[in-house]
């Protein structure tokens, strides 16, 4: 694990980071930025994400080195004065530590259905643009167990900054894929045994937990959000088996996406170690 003490970001070794304010860049070069030292923990500790470096200063360095150790030999550690990467991330949300990870490469929704054979709960999305929702949706998916996140069009990136931040690295563990063939890939899970329900406030949806109580044991759902304004499109609902609404007080007509998504999971496919708080 070679450590290289960098006094200035010029320096041609650390210019990966000089693209951290540019998420475009960032996919161009097919990498993605971990900010934090939670976030950076998960990625180096609990994550399938290859780490390309680390830039730390000496503080955050010492606060990860039960991860940053042996076991990560070969992977370098840029070692940085205190206060040099605010010029670069701006606010000190990173509190001295960040890295570069690697994407992977695009997997098909067929392809990720065949790799999780035992998948039962998943959360499906359409046009969820905002980077705060996309990374609630991952930490509740991670907290009440969802198998993977299926990522439909004109979604913001699972791994733009700002969502891996929010979800508290949940984007790291969390398996996710690219529906990119939109709404056909909808089939794909129902020819995969999912049953997929909308969710929407219409009056005529379906009470979710009438429909929860008439779900057997094991049964495959897939809980499909749409939009922060709009919600689902027509094309998406149509594809949809179920519609269903969550009921809310007497004038409140939406909720957040993400918290309409950590409800229908939670609803839907409770995990057996559910505890009520």
Request: glycine share 10%; proline share 8%; aromatic share 6%.
């Amino acid at each position: 694990m070679p450590i290289v003490r960098v006094e200035t970001l010029d320096d041609e070794r650390v210019a990966d980071y000089r693209h951290v304010p540019d998420p475009e860049l960032l996919r161009r070069g097919e990498i993605f930025v971990a900010e934090g030292r939670l976030v950076v923990r998960a990625l180096l500790a609990q994550s399938g994400f290859r780490a390309r470096s680390l830039l730390l200063t000496e503080t955050a360095y010492a606060g990860l080195a039960d991860v940053v150790g042996p076991r990560l030999a070969g992977l370098p550690v840029f070692i940085v004065p205190a206060g040099a990467i605010e010029p670069l991330a701006g606010f000190n949300i990173h509190r001295g530590c960040l890295a570069i990870g690697e994407r992977p490469a695009p997997v098909s929704v067929r392809s990720a259905l065949e790799a999780m054979p035992g998948a039962r709960r998943l959360a499906v999305l359409e046009r969820v643009g905002n980077a705060d929702n996309m990374g609630g949706i991952f930490r509740n998916a991670a907290a009440f167990g969802a198998d993977a996140v299926f990522v439909g069009p004109g979604c913001c990136d699972p791994l733009y900054r700002k969502a891996i931040r929010v979800s508290m690295g949940a984007a790291l563990r969390v398996p996710f894929c690219h529906a990119g063939d939109w709404p056909a890939d909808l089939d794909a899970l129902r020819g995969a045994g999912f049953t997929v329900a909308a969710l929407t406030p219409a009056d005529a949806a379906l009470d979710i937990g009438a429909f929860a109580g008439t779900l057997a044991p094991g049964t495959k759902v897939a809980v499909l959000a749409g939009s922060e304004g709009d919600g689902l499109t027509p094309a998406a609902k149509a594809c949809a088996d179920v519609a269903l609404r969550i009921p809310m007080a007497p004038g409140t007509d939406s909720l957040n996406v993400a918290t309409a998504v950590a409800i229908a999971l939670h609803r839907l496919h409770p995990p057996p170690e559910a505890r009520s708080l």
